[in-house]
């Protein structure tokens, strides 16, 4: 009888010892003892927390002032307003037909809404009356043969009623963006087209090392 009483005792111990462990979630997480502990607990501020390291305590740095993201154009350190350095400017950079379809693409999400997808200033914002300043026709004789700089300058910093583009554009794309609206004027009376690139894939050795400097030279 007693052997009886001290097994359903010793059941009921090891029972509420069982249930115990799972009620209280804080036993699992405990590891106990670690191996390399700063292997699992990083000793370095995570992003996002406090840092008391720095004025504003936080962890989080933006990029030192004039840091180019990699694989980025180097920016062009001109002023607004300084129309004449602008209407000079331009770009090594030479665009193949995926490129200048990239260029369309993305005129017709950034511009073509106040200029239209066919360029001629009709795009359905002016045209539903709702903007009451009227977008550049850009097939007009007027902006026909404007400079290429001249558009990347109306594209960084807006031209009166219209906006910049610089956030949403980055330098290379701005000139994707200029070089299709250029094509296009080409093709209705502007000047010859020049942006752009070969897209026969050069097969020669040689012709390979001069496609390479040629596209090395683009980038700066
Ligand atoms: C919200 C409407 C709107 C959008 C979107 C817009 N534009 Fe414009 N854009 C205008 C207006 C309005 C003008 C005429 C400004 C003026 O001359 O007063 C203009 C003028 C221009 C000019 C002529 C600049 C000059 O110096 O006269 C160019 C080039 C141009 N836009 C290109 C673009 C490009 C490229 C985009 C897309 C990245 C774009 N625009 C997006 C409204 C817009």
């Excluded at 602008?86 to 017709?108: D, M, P, S, V």
Aim: glycine letters at 10%.
């Amino acid at each position: 009888m007693n052997k009886t009483k001290s097994i359903v005792v010793a059941s009921l111990i090891a029972g509420l010892g069982l249930v115990s462990c799972t009620e209280n979630g804080s036993k699992h997480r405990n590891p106990g003892k670690i191996y390399a502990p700063d292997m699992t607990y990083s000793r370095a501020y995570d992003a996002y927390t406090a840092n008391p390291n720095f004025a504003d305590g936080q962890s989080s740095r933006l990029p030192v002032s004039g840091a180019v993201a990699m694989g980025h154009e180097l920016p062009d350190h001109m002023v607004e307003g300084d129309t004449n350095a602008y209407k000079a400017f331009t770009t090594n950079l030479r665009f193949n037909e995926a490129e200048l379809a990239e260029g369309k693409r993305l005129f017709n999400i950034y511009c073509g809404i106040c200029h239209g997808n066919n360029l001629d200033g009709q795009g359905p914002l002016y045209a539903s009356g709702k903007f009451a300043a009227m977008p550049a026709n850009l097939k007009d004789a007027k902006y026909l043969h404007m400079t290429p700089g001249t558009m990347y300058a109306a594209i960084k910093f807006g031209k009166n009623a219209m906006g910049a583009y610089a956030s949403q554009l980055d330098v290379k794309q701005r000139w994707m963006v200029i070089a299709y609206i250029k094509k296009v004027q080409s093709e209705n009376g502007g000047d010859a087209f020049t942006f752009g690139a070969s897209n026969t894939p050069a097969a020669p050795a040689a012709d390979t090392a001069k496609a390479v400097a040629t596209t090395e030279t683009a980038k700066h």
